[in-house]
């Protein structure tokens, strides 16, 4: 079945530096890939949109120069959360789906960010 | 616009007892209809989908979901639960005619007991 690695699965870091998260496709190819957020106990929420090659299409309320999303080549998307501050904190989900429309997005196993 | 309505923020059940987790949605238009899982610290695993066909969908570990379009629902069930089913299940849909973004309910959290 279709995988989606997120790496790293969990960081800590000090307020004010900027932290990575890839979301990789292992075994297709993920002309699309979504990024959400999950607060403890809550539901996700969509943060943004990325088709490869092009900008990231952010949801309302996200700020695109905080999260920065690349999505350079098919199998890989990163977020990039600058200059973290505590209530960044947050558990960060990526899912991936191919070309074929018919197929479902596939989920990574998340990213929890811990900004001291 | 969607929206995604899980009517129970938590269900406790006794083991090999069913359960029935329930989803009510709104669209203004079609739909695809899915279900996911989540244990703890994990990503979202799919149970099922229904895309359109039968109104009744089979998923994995034995759950199957049934679509009423009359009363815009798509309740989960399982015949007998098991402990290792406690988790939180999510509702989810997106507009028809492609896997576009995904409108999440707040998810139900299963908590299956001895």
């Known amino acids: 079945g279709a995988v989606v690695s997120q790496h790293p699965s969990r960081v800590i870091c000090k307020s004010g530096t900027s932290v990575k998260i890839e979301c990789r496709s292992l075994d297709f190819q993920a002309t699309t890939m979504f990024w959400y957020r999950q607060f403890p106990k809550q539901s996700l929420m969509l943060m943004a949109t990325s088709n490869e090659g092009s900008k990231a299409t952010y949801e309302q309320g996200v700020e695109k120069d905080k999260f920065l999303i690349n999505h350079a080549s098919l199998t890989l998307s990163t977020l990039t959360v600058t200059s973290a501050h505590p209530e960044d904190s947050s558990f960060y989900i990526c899912s991936a789906r191919d070309s074929d429309s018919y197929q479902p997005q596939h989920f990574g196993d998340g990213t929890r960010l811990s900004i001291l | 616009a969607q929206s995604v309505t899980q009517l129970d923020s938590q269900v406790p059940v006794f083991e090999e007892a069913p359960v029935e987790l329930r989803c009510n949605y709104s669209?203004?238009?079609?739909?695809?209809l899915f279900w996911y899982v989540q244990y703890p610290n994990q990503g979202l695993q799919l149970l099922l989908k229904y895309l359109s066909g039968s109104t009744l969908v089979k998923g994995i570990n034995g759950f199957e979901a049934e679509f009423n379009k009359s009363q815009t629902s798509f309740h989960l069930r399982k015949p007998s639960v098991h402990i290792s089913d406690t988790a939180e299940y999510f509702c989810a849909v997106s507009e028809w005619g492609g896997y576009n973004k995904l409108i999440f309910g707040a998810g139900t959290r299963l908590a299956v007991h001895p």
């Open positions: 669209s203004s238009v079609s739909v695809y």
